[in-house]
C-alpha cells in the first residue's frame, strides 16, 4: 500500500518552503519568517484554545485542548536546528499532539542560536520543566515531547534530570531526533533526495550554529545522545520518518533504548518525511501517528 497523496502534497509543501529559506543572501531573520510559515502545513486542531506564559522568563505558549486533565501536562520543543522555528511555527502540530495525549501542552519558546549556542536551549527546557513543578504538576505526570532538535531535547532533559539525581518527566515522546553529531549515519546522504526539509549542508550549519564551542567533541554524550547512558529514562516512544537523513538517527535510539531495558516503542513512518508532525490533520499517516503519541502518553504519564 502506497503513501496518501495528501504525503506527497506535504512533501512538496516542505520542498516550496526549504527552496523558500535557502535563497542565497537571505538575511537570518527573513530565514526565521519563513521557517515560521511551516505552521500553515497543519490544520487548526477542533476544540484547542491558547494562551501565552511566561515560564520564569522563558517564553511559552500554552494549548489547552477541551476537557484536558488538568493533572497532566506535556513540555512541548519546536524544530528548527536551535537555530529557527519557534512556539508559533509549533503551535498547531502541539495542538493536535495534545488533543491526542488529553492533556494540556506547554510550547517552549526556547533561545535560538547564533545568538544564544548550546547549552542554553536545554538551560531553557530545564528552566519550564522546573516552572511546571512550580504550578503543582508532578514529574510522573508531566510528558517531554519535540520533534527535530525538539525530539533530541525531549530526551536530553531528563538525562540532565537523572544526573542530578532528579525526578524526570512520566514518559518521552521523541520525533524526528537528531541523535548524532557526527553527521555519520548513512541515511543522511542515501535520503539527500527523498527529505525535502534537511540535507547535510543545513545540518552542518545548524551544527556550527549550535555547538560554537571549539572544544567540543561530537561524540560526547552530553551532545550526541546516540552515545549516552539511557540507564533510568522513562517509558520514551520514537517516530521518525524512513525518508529522512536523519532516519538512522531515530533507529539508532531505538536501539539504544532496547539496550538500556528503556520501556520504549519505534515507529518507523513509511517514506516519511522529518518532522513530519508538521502534516497532522492533513495526512492521515501523520494523524494515526499522532493518535499513537497520544496513547503511549495517556498510558504512561503518572502510571
Known amino acids: 500500500m502506497?503513501?496518501?497523496q495528501e504525503a506527497h502534497e506535504f512533501a512538496e509543501f516542505l520542498a516550496s518552503v526549504s527552496a523558500k529559506s535557502s535563497a542565497p543572501g537571505l538575511d537570518l531573520a527573513v530565514v526565521r519568517d519563513i521557517v515560521d510559515s511551516h505552521q500553515k502545513a497543519s490544520t487548526e486542531p477542533e476544540g484547542v484554545t491558547y494562551a501565552e506564559a511566561d515560564a520564569d522568563g522563558v517564553p511559552a505558549l500554552w494549548a489547552i485542548p477541551e476537557g484536558a486533565d488538568p493533572d497532566r501536562a506535556l513540555l512541548h520543543f519546536h524544530f528548527g536546528g536551535s537555530v529557527t522555528a519557534s512556539m508559533h511555527s509549533d503551535r498547531k502540530a502541539a495542538g493536535h499532539i495534545a488533543k491526542a495525549a488529553g492533556a494540556r501542552s506547554l510550547v517552549v519558546d526556547f533561545r535560538l542560536a547564533p545568538e544564544h549556542p548550546y547549552p542554553a536551549q536545554l538551560d531553557d527546557a530545564e528552566t519550564a520543566y522546573r516552572w511546571l513543578l512550580s504550578?503543582?504538576?508532578?514529574?510522573?505526570?508531566?510528558?517531554?515531547?519535540?520533534?527535530?532538535?525538539?525530539?533530541?531535547?525531549?530526551?536530553?532533559?531528563?538525562?540532565?534530570?537523572?544526573?542530578?539525581?532528579?525526578?524526570?518527566?512520566?514518559?518521552?515522546?521523541?520525533?524526528?531526533?537528531?541523535?548524532?553529531?557526527?553527521?555519520?549515519?548513512?541515511?543522511?546522504?542515501?535520503?539527500?533526495?527523498?527529505?525535502?526539509?534537511?540535507?547535510?549542508?543545513?545540518?552542518?550549519?545548524?551544527?556550527?550554529?549550535?555547538?560554537?564551542?571549539?572544544?567540543?567533541?561530537?561524540?560526547?554524550?552530553?551532545?550526541?545522545?546516540?552515545?549516552?547512558?539511557?540507564?533510568?529514562?522513562?517509558?520514551?516512544?520514537?517516530?521518525?520518518?524512513?525518508?529522512?537523513?536523519?532516519?538512522?538517527?531515530?533507529?539508532?535510539?531505538?536501539?539504544?533504548?532496547?539496550?538500556?531495558?528503556?520501556?520504549?516503542?519505534?515507529?518507523?513512518?513509511?517514506e516519511g518525511q522529518h518532522s513530519f508532525v508538521l502534516g497532522a490533520g492533513r495526512v492521515p499517516e501523520v494523524d494515526l501517528a499522532i493518535q499513537q503519541m497520544g496513547q503511549w502518553l495517556r498510558k504512561h504519564l503518572g502510571a
Open 2 to 4: 502506497g503513501v496518501s
Open 135 to 270: 504550578q503543582g504538576y508532578e514529574p510522573r505526570n508531566i510528558g517531554s515531547t519535540g520533534h527535530s532538535i525538539g525530539g533530541t531535547l525531549a530526551v536530553m532533559l531528563p538525562l540532565r534530570l537523572l544526573a542530578k539525581g532528579e525526578a524526570t518527566p512520566g514518559a518521552i515522546v521523541s520525533v524526528s531526533p537528531w541523535t548524532d553529531l557526527t553527521i555519520e549515519n548513512a541515511s543522511v546522504d542515501e535520503n539527500e533526495d527523498n527529505d525535502k526539509m534537511l540535507s547535510r549542508n543545513t545540518l552542518e550549519l545548524f551544527r556550527g550554529a549550535w555547538l560554537q564551542d571549539p572544544a567540543v567533541d561530537f561524540t560526547d554524550p552530553a551532545v550526541s545522545i546516540a552515545n549516552a547512558d539511557l540507564t533510568g529514562l522513562p517509558p520514551t516512544a520514537v517516530h521518525y520518518g524512513e525518508f529522512e537523513t536523519l532516519a538512522d538517527d531515530g533507529a539508532q535510539l531505538g536501539r539504544r533504548l532496547a539496550d538500556f531495558r528503556v520501556t520504549s516503542e519505534v515507529h518507523p513512518m513509511p
